[in-house]
């Protein structure tokens, strides 16, 4: 059987790109694309850098009212329906990704968008960090199909 693929039309593209733009400069300005200035804040323990917090304090403003808003929505602005996620319970695949996220990011700083964002500095330990990832993501999924 033949698969249809049907072409996203230019206004989703252009929000596409735009959302991706405005994310990683926001993440560049906020200096969520630097190890050392997140993984102060994650030392709660040391020297304690809590300037990420108005990260978190900004995202929340924006995104709490953005869900209160799509709630009141029929539909979104650029599709024909909503795609929510079908599975809402917490089970052992998700808390272990969850741990091993979070093991991941106190130890190297940095996280999937974040490094990705960061490529641009043509820093080794960057390239390594996303090589890495993505051997993960390849490996998963052979050792996980579907």
């Given at each position: 059987?033949?698969?249809?693929?049907?072409?996203?039309?230019?206004?989703?593209?252009?929000?596409?790109?735009?959302?991706?733009?405005?994310?990683?400069?926001?993440?560049?300005?906020?200096?969520?694309?630097?190890?050392?200035?997140?993984?102060?804040?994650?030392?709660?323990?040391?020297?304690?850098?809590?300037?990420?917090?108005?990260?978190?304090?900004?995202?929340?403003?924006?995104?709490?009212?953005?869900?209160?808003?799509?709630?009141?929505?029929?539909?979104?602005?650029?599709?024909?329906?909503?795609?929510?996620?079908?599975?809402?319970?917490?089970?052992?695949?998700?808390?272990?990704?969850?741990v091993l996220f979070g093991v991941g990011w106190g130890l190297a700083g940095i996280c999937p968008g974040p490094s990705l964002v960061a490529l641009n500095s043509l820093d080794g330990r960057i390239l390594g960090f996303?090589?890495?990832?993505?051997?993960?993501?390849?490996?998963?999924?052979?050792?996980?199909?579907?």
């Amino acid at each position: 059987m033949e698969e249809q693929t049907s072409a996203l039309p230019l206004s989703n593209i252009l929000v596409i790109v735009a959302s991706g733009v405005l994310f990683g400069l926001g993440l560049s300005v906020s200096e969520m694309v630097n190890p050392v200035r997140v993984l102060g804040f994650l030392n709660v323990l040391g020297p304690w850098d809590p300037t990420l917090i108005f990260v978190m304090g900004g995202a929340l403003t924006v995104a709490i009212p953005g869900f209160q808003y799509a709630k009141l929505m029929h539909k979104p602005f650029l599709s024909i329906q909503f795609t929510l996620p079908g599975k809402n319970d917490l089970d052992k695949k998700l808390i272990l990704g969850a741990v091993l996220f979070g093991v991941g990011w106190g130890l190297a700083g940095i996280c999937p968008g974040p490094s990705l964002v960061a490529l641009n500095s043509l820093d080794g330990r960057i390239l390594g960090f996303v090589l890495a990832m993505l051997a993960g993501i390849f490996i998963h999924d052979r050792v996980f199909p579907g």
